[in-house]
């Protein structure tokens, strides 16, 4: 399973979360709903690829991240192409990051900054997801960033019942993952988790002895969700220069897909018509080898906010950019399926 690199971004503080949910954890006797009230702990970014991530470019591996988000429910009625009113949650609190040592200098820095991450998911009955938006904020002086995700799951996908319990396994007093990086799940009061681990592909990280992540998650009873509006709906550029030209402002993204040859250029999709395109490249997407796309998934489970997942098939991948900003687009037959906006 492919994973983020440039958008580790969205994991790293997600870990925190990718794709959230009004779905909720249980008490084993009671089986009362609950939701995440507030995530708390810290990360350690002790490669370069999650220092990147976060567009620490100029600092040394080894950075702390200490991070304290509080959790709403949230619905929104602002989709004017959506057959249900797409319900999700909302996280915001404060990131602060320290032992930041330059690259040249060696001087110590500490950078203090807030995270708001929004997910949205259309439902078409309770067991069935349509589409989601995903919009994580990420404002670090000048380091500041935002990534916006667009899934159209065609055909809709299934929700499966008890993906926690499902993931994780019971060892004595804890729960320890199945597969993947090392996560230790134990319930440290009746409504509280702390949850220690590994980040995806680390090296020399057990969760025991070495570990990178170590976050505790607070539950309270679930609560009634308030209105949010949903912001810019993708839309089909269709007058653009025809021009192929190499794209850089999203990254590694495009190694998510199995990517063929270049293809003709295909019409871009993205949340704003800009004044001018920079660069634009289209690739063939092959299905051969089937492209998981699920970022931190096992963590987001652990933690008690549902992860979520897209499948590529057969299909074309356009990349755009326009002034320090790009966006992504995967369309079957000129449909869009997937998309990732940087600003």
Not at 53 to 58: E, H, I, Q, T, Y
Not at 144 to 173: C, G, M
Not at 179 to 195: A, C, H, M
Not at 242 to 254: A, Y
Request: negative net charge; aromatic residues 8%; charged residues 25%.
């Amino acid at each position: 399973m492919r994973q983020y690199r440039s958008v580790e971004f969205l994991v790293v503080i997600l870990v925190i979360f990718s794709t959230l949910s009004l779905e909720y954890s249980h008490t084993s006797d009671e089986k009362i709903q609950l939701d995440v009230e507030k995530i708390s702990g810290v990360i350690n970014l002790d490669t370069r690829s999650s220092m990147d991530s976060l567009g620490l470019n100029d600092f040394q591996p080894g950075a702390v991240a200490e991070l304290e988000l509080y959790s709403t429910p949230v619905f929104t009625k602002g989709c004017s192409s959506c057959e249900s009113e797409p319900v999700g949650i909302t996280l915001t609190g404060n990131v602060n990051v320290s032992n930041l040592r330059t690259l040249e200098s060696g001087g110590m820095v500490r950078i203090e900054g807030k995270l708001n991450v929004t997910h949205l998911q259309e439902f078409k009955s309770s067991e069935f997801i349509v589409r989601e938006w995903l919009t994580v904020d990420w404002d670090l002086a000048e380091f500041s960033t935002q990534w916006d995700i667009f899934i159209h799951h065609s055909p809709a996908k299934w929700v499966l019942d008890e993906r926690y319990d499902a993931s994780l396994v019971d060892n004595e007093e804890v729960a320890l993952s199945r597969v993947g990086p090392v996560i230790i799940v134990e319930q440290l009061l009746e409504n509280s988790l702390n949850i220690r681990g590994c980040m995806p592909n680390s090296m020399n990280c057990d969760g025991y002895n070495r570990e990178e992540i170590n976050l505790t998650s607070t539950m309270v009873p679930a609560r009634d969700p308030i209105e949010i509006d949903i912001g810019n709906e993708w839309v089909k550029i269709e007058e653009f220069e025809s021009n192929q030209s190499l794209t850089e402002n999203l990254g590694e993204i495009r190694n998510l897909f199995d990517t063929q040859s270049d293809s003709e250029i295909d019409k871009p999709y993205c949340l704003e018509v800009p004044n001018q395109i920079d660069s634009l490249q289209s690739w063939e997407i092959s299905s051969d080898g089937k492209s998981s796309i699920s970022p931190m998934g096992l963590w987001l489970n652990a933690i008690g906010l549902p992860s979520s997942s897209f499948i590529s098939t057969d299909g074309v991948w356009t990349e755009m950019d326009y002034s320090e900003s790009g966006c992504g687009a995967f369309s079957v037959d000129g449909k869009l399926l997937f998309g990732v906006g940087k600003s």
